[in-house]
């Protein structure tokens, strides 16, 4: 039971401070990770790329992944409920009060400094996961060669990838994802 309320707290506190959508989770999660012990880094990333697979907002289905490896089905639901209950009371207080919200230049200023914050948030998440798909942190941390610290095989997928994407700007992004899959099921069969 005390797992139950632990992860809707946890999910609740993410919920509620993660400004931005669901890359705005990532820095809230790699924060959680060491200090619950449920997850690593590398399993955020892990994490990141089922969730931004599958259908339906990224920090839902992070949080969802997230209860379930700890505590099964129940600790999806606690996880999720955690996550959407934040939102859920701001939007509720915030239809109560939109008239008087509306034109308050303070609530209009609250905004325009969140803009920014968010934007930090995402940029901060982007370069993590970045930085844990083309770096490897091990061999920095050993302040390894240069040659060993850049994962080749990721920085060139990476490479062809975006090639793509600028040549085919009209390709859909889940046909990138399906290569980017097929390329790394490749690379783990040789």
């Not at 400004?19 to 619950?36: I, Q, S, Y």
């Not at 993590?128 to 798909?133: C, K, Q, R, S």
């Not at 083309?134 to 920085?155: D, E, F, H, K």
Request: aromatic content about 12%.
């Amino acid at each position: 039971m005390m797992i139950y309320l632990r992860l809707f707290w946890e999910f609740f506190k993410v919920g509620l401070f993660s400004v931005g959508g669901g890359l705005a989770t990532l820095p809230f999660l790699n924060e959680m990770g060491p200090r619950t012990g449920w997850f690593t880094a590398q399993q955020v990333a892990d994490m990141l790329a089922v969730s931004e697979s599958t259908p339906g907002p990224i920090g839902i289905n992070m949080a969802v992944y997230t209860g379930y490896t700890v505590a099964g089905i129940g600790g999806s639901a606690c996880a999720l409920a955690g996550e959407v209950t934040p939102s859920i009371i701001i939007i509720l207080i915030i239809a109560a009060f939109l008239k008087a919200f509306r034109d308050n230049r303070y609530v209009q200023g609250v905004f325009y400094g969140i803009r920014p914050a968010s934007t930090a948030l995402i940029a901060s998440a982007g370069l993590t996961v970045a930085a844990g798909a083309l770096l490897n942190t091990a061999a920095w941390a050993g302040l390894a060669s240069v040659g060993a610290v850049i994962q080749w095989p990721a920085v060139i997928l990476a490479a062809v990838l975006a090639v793509i994407y600028i040549r085919f700007q009209k390709l859909h992004p889940a046909f990138l994802i399906l290569i980017g899959a097929a390329a790394g099921i490749l690379y783990g069969l040789v």
